[in-house]
């Protein structure tokens, strides 16, 4: 089991252009989650997924963010355009079912700064 | 609206010593509590959880929590605290009767000296 896989686990850009994060969940699990950490705001829930479907996006902070998951192998979260108060670490996890008492798993997370 | 809360930023161990890092929380059905680690440049690791039954839930790396319903705490405790231990602890919870998202505590650093 290689576990939940992020990429990049880096990324420097400049203000103003497109961010895209990857997540690949761990196979057989089909509730996913993007999490932003930073260290004013904590472990903030961004968006979830059951079955490759939005459950609740609330977390998003603005119409900048959009996330997707087109199968149940591969999610993206995009931000356009992206800002400085956009430098965080994103983590993506995913879990074997959301209704359940299953825990999330975590990617090692992409850590993002916005010049 | 669930909540939970984690009232030390940061809590010191002299290695060997016993540690304990608070948890309490806010759910309007039957709660299911977890404690997660974090490690530098790492994701949060899965450390043990609460759903139903004994009070007392023992997890990896030799941590236990105790579940008190009447003081609504999920305190993680360790009784002989190692350098290796020091890291990030997250409790999070999630209310059992709906299908709630999992809400994360702000976190606490544990710092093991030797």
């Known amino acids: 089991d290689a576990g939940v896989i992020q990429s990049p686990r880096h990324e420097v850009t400049e203000m103003g252009q497109e961010v895209t994060l990857r997540c690949k969940p761990i196979s057989g699990h089909n509730s996913l989650f993007w999490y932003r950490q930073t260290m004013m705001r904590g472990l903030e829930l961004l968006i979830y997924?059951?079955?490759?479907?939005?459950?609740?996006d609330s977390g998003m902070p603005e119409d900048r963010f959009s996330a997707k998951m087109p199968n149940a192998s591969f999610s993206t979260l995009k931000i356009q355009p992206s800002e400085p108060r956009d430098s965080a670490v994103y983590f993506c996890?995913?879990?074997?079912?959301?209704?359940?008492?299953?825990?999330?798993?975590f990617g090692n997370g992409t850590r993002l700064t916005v010049t | 609206a669930q909540s939970v809360a984690q009232p030390e930023d940061q809590v010191n161990v002299a290695e060997g010593n016993p540690l304990t890092v608070k948890c309490t929380y806010s759910v309007s059905g039957n709660p299911y509590l977890f404690w997660y680690v974090q490690y530098p440049n790492r994701g949060l690791q899965f450390l043990l959880k609460?759903?139903?039954?004994?009070?007392l839930v023992k997890g990896s790396y030799g941590f236990e929590a105790e579940f008190n319903k009447s003081q609504t705490s999920f305190h993680l405790k360790k009784p002989s605290a190692l350098v290796s231990d020091s890291a990030l602890y997250f409790c999070?919870?999630?209310?059992?009767?709906?299908?709630?998202?999992?809400?994360f505590g702000s976190g606490t650093r544990l710092s093991i000296r030797p």
């Open positions: 996890a995913s879990s074997l079912r959301q209704g359940a008492n299953s825990p999330l798993h």
């Open positions: 609460y759903i139903t039954g004994d009070n």
């Open positions: 997924f059951n079955n490759n479907v939005p459950i609740d």
């Open positions: 999070a919870v999630r209310d059992g009767s709906s299908a709630s998202k999992i809400i």
